[in-house]
């Protein structure tokens, strides 16, 4: 399974010079994610997402994140319907950033708010909320993005260190997932990674204790009560393609990319 990160196209770091007179017009046209099957999740996001979404791991050392999986294939996300709606209530915070992200320097000590200018809804028409004041002070709209992207920022640095410890801990194993569509055709979702529960069960009581002591234990059993969530991607299929079965068939030691 391969993270999909890029559904930025032209991004352009925000300044008074370029975007004095640039406006967002925000909407729930949530198109410019339909060709990506997963995104990151925050840990602090586990609870609400854990519903609705199976968790699972993608990448590797410190790249290692958890992801949201809402399709079974490349270039396909079955929680986007035909009018361009997300279709369950929660919308991972990924998503919700959007145009808006943080650009980082090779050494990552140096953030800068940048925007994709591709994104539908910005204009210099006036049309949403102004990024500038006629003066070409930011505006409390402005304002409120770089509080929500440093907030993320903050979020993401807490969650590689949460990925970290469980990496540490051995507790990671190889995962896929194989469908049987309507048609016949088999579909398999691979290369990301789970927590293998026996190794779980095999941690010392002082490595439970540092799990718990970090709120990672209560992550940890959300992300393995997620995984039934696998059979709630099927249901988002169209009618021609519906699985033969509720059912999804994981594939321990599958590490391989589709």
Known sequence: MAT????????????KQ?????????????????????????????????????????????????????????????YIDSAGAWNVDYVPAFIRRYPFVFASTDEGDTLTLCVDENYEGCNQ?????????????????????LDFLQDYQQ???????????????????????????ASGEERTLSGFKVINREKLKALSAEDVQ????????????LHLQSMQ????????LPADTAPESAASDLLPGDSTQH
């Open 4 to 15: 999909q990160l890029l559904i930025y196209g032209q991004v352009e770091a925000v300044n």
């Open 18 to 78: 370029r975007h004095q007179d640039w406006s967002v017009k925000a909407g729930r046209d949530f198109n410019f994610a339909k060709t990506v099957n997963s995104v990151p999740l925050m840990a602090v996001e586990f609870p609400s997402a854990a519903a609705d979404y199976s968790i699972v791991f993608a990448g590797s050392g410190d790249e290692l994140l958890p992801v949201v999986v809402m399709g079974i294939r490349e270039d396909e996300n079955l």
């Open 125 to 145: 028409e006036g049309r949403g909320e102004r990024l500038f004041d006629a003066d070409g002070e930011r505006t409390q709209y402005l304002g409120k993005v």
């Open 155 to 181: 979020h993401f640095q807490r969650t590689q260190s949460f990925c970290k410890q469980l990496n540490a801990l051995g507790l990671f194993e190889d995962m896929g997932a194989k469908f049987t569509l």
């Open 210 to 221: 540092s799990l718990f002591d970090n709120d990672g234990l209560e992550l940890v059993y």
């Open 229 to 236: 969530n696998l059979n709630k991607v099927l249901k988002h």
